[in-house]
C-alpha cells in the first residue's frame, strides 16, 4: 500500500493512499487543453449571446434557500434530492446554486430592477446538484445561460431558440441536432389538464412504477417524464395535452411553430417533455444531439422555456413574464474535436539560469547565491518589459544541485515549451554586468554568446525585421542558413540592440574574423562578443 509522509504539529505520521486529498465525487479539476476547451465554448457563446443584445450577469453561488425551494417546487427532484444545503452560523439556510434562472430573478428584484424591462442577460458559472455522476453529468457542472425578461411575446419564445440553434451550429459539435418542442400552456390550461391526467394515471396506479405512483398524487405531469419502462405503454396513451389548452395558449404555441419553420430551424413535438422545474408554462424545448459521444440516455445540450410567474413567486411587486435557456459545458466539451478548436500556441518564454557553484569542500553540493538570484530575477524583469511572452528565473533544487552546467540544460531542454532562448548567469556575469545567451535547441559552447550590457537583452526585437532576412548573409529566415545548414526555423537567430536580425551561425562566423572588431555587421555599432 503506498504511503505518504507528512509533518503535522512536529509529528511525524503517515496516511494512505485512500487518505491522500483527491476532488470530490462528481466534482473534477480542468487543467490545460480541457479547460482551454471550456473557455472557447464559454467564449462562442458569450459571442452569439452579445450580438443579440444581451449583457452579463453574475450572481452568487449561495443563495438562501427559499430563492430555490419557492421557484423549483417542493416535489421536484432537484429540491426534493439534489441540493446542496446547510445551515449557516446565522441559523439560515443557504443553498448552492443548482440553475441560474431563479438566481436571475431574484437579482432583478434585489436590485429595483422590475420596472426596467425588458432586460436581456447572459450568464456563465458553476451549478451544484448532488446526482449521480455519469458521463456529461456531474455534481459540479459549468452552465452558460441567457434570460429575456419583459416580453410576453412568442416571438421572445422564437428569439432564444434560434440563439441557442444558432450557437450550437456554430459550435460545430459532433452529431445531428433537433429541437424537441412542447407547451404547457397557461395557467388555466395546465390546471385543467393536470385534473384529466390525474384521474387516467389514477385508473393504472397498479401498472405504474413506485416513482410514478408518487408523482401522480404529487406533480402529476412529471409522470410523463417518467423513463421506466413499465411505464411507457400507459404514457403513451396517456391524454393529449393539446386538446385541453385554451384558445390563448393555442395561439401563442402555432406561433411558435410557424415562426420556426420560416427559420427552418428542423423540430419535433414531444408531448412527454414537461421540464423538471415548476415554473415553466408556455413554450419548453430541448436541442438534442445524436452523437453516441454523450451516451444512451444524455442527449440533451440545451434546454429551456418560458416561466411568466417566475417573478411573483420570488415575491416580486410586478408579474415579469420571461423566458430562457441554459446549456451544459461539460457535455458541450464531449462533443468538441479537439481538432475543431483554434490552434494553441503556447508561450515560449525567456529562461534565466543563474549558475548553481560550490557549496562544500567536496564540489558534490552545489547551490546559488542569494546575490545572484536577484540580479537573474532583474534581468528576468527586464526582458519582461519588452517581450510579450515573458520570462521567469528556472529554481528548481533537483536541477541547480546538478553538479555540470551541461546537466541543468539538458533538463531545460526536457522542459515544456521548451524555451527560446536561455540567459545564463553566474558570479562572473553579475560583476562585469553581462549574460550569456543561448537558443534552447543549441546548446553547445560554440554557440555561447555574450552581451556585455545585459540591458541588451531587454532592447532585443522579437518580431523579424520587414524584410525577413539575415542581416549577414541576407538569406531568408524560413531557409536553410549557409552558414550552418540546419534548415527553416530551426535555425537559431539572435536579436540586436540595434535592431538587426541574423543567424546565430552567420553572426559567430562574422564575430570570429579578425576585421570584424566585435561589432554589428549593418551598421558598425560595438554591440556583441563571441565567448
Not at 393536470?194 to 396506479?205: D, G, I, N, T
Not at 411507457?232 to 391524454?239: E, F, G, L, R, S
Not at 423540430?267 to 445524436?290: F, M, P
Not at 549577414?472 to 552558414?483: K, L, N, T
Request: glycine letters at 6%.
Amino acid at each position: 500500500m503506498r504511503r505518504a509522509a507528512c509533518i503535522s504539529r512536529g509529528l511525524k505520521t503517515t496516511i494512505t493512499k485512500e487518505e491522500l486529498p483527491r476532488a470530490v465525487r462528481g466534482m473534477v479539476d480542468r487543467i490545460g487543453q480541457t479547460e482551454r476547451k471550456h473557455q472557447f465554448i464559454v467564449a462562442q457563446a458569450r459571442k452569439v449571446a452579445e450580438s443579440y443584445g444581451y449583457d452579463p450577469i453574475n450572481t452568487p453561488i449561495l443563495e438562501y434557500s427559499s430563492v430555490f425551494e419557492r421557484t423549483l417546487g417542493a416535489d421536484s427532484d432537484v429540491v426534493g434530492k439534489e441540493l446542496y444545503k446547510f445551515l449557516d452560523s446565522s441559523q439560515y439556510w443557504m443553498t448552492m446554486r443548482p440553475e441560474g434562472t431563479a438566481a436571475v430573478n431574484r437579482a432583478i428584484i434585489s436590485n429595483d430592477l422590475e420596472a426596467r424591462m425588458p432586460q436581456r442577460l447572459f450568464y456563465t458559472g458553476p451549478m451544484f446538484r448532488h446526482e449521480r455522476p455519469q458521463k456529461g453529468r456531474l455534481r459540479q457542472f459549468e452552465q452558460f445561460g441567457i434570460e429575456s425578461l419583459g416580453s410576453m411575446h412568442p416571438a421572445a419564445d422564437v428569439e432564444c431558440i434560434q440563439m441557442g440553434w444558432e450557437f450550437l451550429n456554430q459550435l460545430n459539435v459532433d452529431g445531428k441536432l433537433e429541437v424537441q418542442l412542447n407547451t404547457l400552456g397557461d395557467i388555466e390550461s395546465r390546471a385543467a389538464y393536470k385534473r384529466v391526467l390525474k384521474a387516467y394515471f389514477s385508473k393504472h396506479l397498479g401498472e405504474l412504477s413506485e416513482t410514478s405512483r408518487q408523482r401522480v398524487g404529487t406533480n402529476t405531469l412529471r409522470v410523463l417524464d417518467s423513463k421506466s419502462e413499465a411505464d411507457q405503454d400507459i404514457i403513451t396513451n396517456a391524454p393529449a395535452f393539446l386538446e385541453h389548452m385554451s384558445t390563448d395558449a393555442i395561439r401563442h404555441f402555432d406561433f411558435v411553430r410557424n415562426s420556426l419553420e420560416s427559420l427552418r430551424i428542423p423540430y419535433s413535438l414531444n408531448n412527454k417533455l414537461v421540464r423538471g422545474l415548476d415554473y415553466y408554462q408556455h413554450t419548453v424545448w430541448e436541442i438534442t444531439s445524436s452523437s453516441a459521444l454523450l451516451g444512451r440516455s444524455q442527449g440533451t445540450v440545451l434546454a429551456g422555456g418560458r416561466y411568466d410567474g417566475l417573478s411573483k413567486i420570488l415575491g416580486g411587486s410586478k408579474t415579469i413574464p420571461g423566458v430562457g435557456w441554459g446549456a451544459g459545458i461539460e457535455r458541450l466539451a464531449l462533443l468538441l474535436d479537439n481538432r475543431k478548436l483554434p490552434t494553441y500556441t503556447p508561450a515560449i518564454p525567456v529562461l534565466i539560469i543563474p549558475e548553481s557553484v560550490d557549496g562544500s569542500d567536496t564540489g558534490r553540493t552545489r547551490t546559488v547565491p542569494d546575490s545572484l538570484y536577484a540580479y537573474a530575477m532583474q534581468v528576468a524583469a527586464n526582458v519582461r518589459t519588452f517581450y510579450s511572452h515573458g520570462s521567469y528565473v528556472f529554481n528548481p533544487p533537483s536541477v541547480l544541485n546538478h553538479q555540470q552546467l551541461s546537466r541543468q540544460l539538458s533538463s531545460v531542454l526536457k522542459s515544456d515549451p521548451t524555451p527560446a532562448q536561455v540567459i545564463i548567469i553566474g558570479n562572473d556575469e553579475m560583476s562585469n554586468g553581462t549574460a550569456v545567451v543561448l537558443t534552447a535547441k543549441y546548446i553547445p559552447e560554440a554557440m555561447k554568446v555574450t552581451i556585455k550590457d545585459w540591458k541588451a537583452v531587454a532592447g532585443w526585437k522579437w518580431d523579424l525585421p520587414d524584410d525577413d532576412v539575415c542581416g549577414i548573409c541576407r538569406v531568408p529566415f524560413d531557409a536553410c542558413c549557409p552558414s550552418c545548414k540546419i534548415p527553416g526555423d530551426d535555425c537559431p537567430l539572435i536579436w540586436g540592440e540595434c535592431s538587426h536580425v541574423f543567424h546565430m551561425h552567420c553572426l559567430l562566423k562574422w564575430l570570429s574574423a579578425e576585421n570584424s572588431q566585435q561589432q554589428c555587421p549593418m551598421d558598425r555599432r560595438p554591440w556583441v562578443t563571441a565567448s
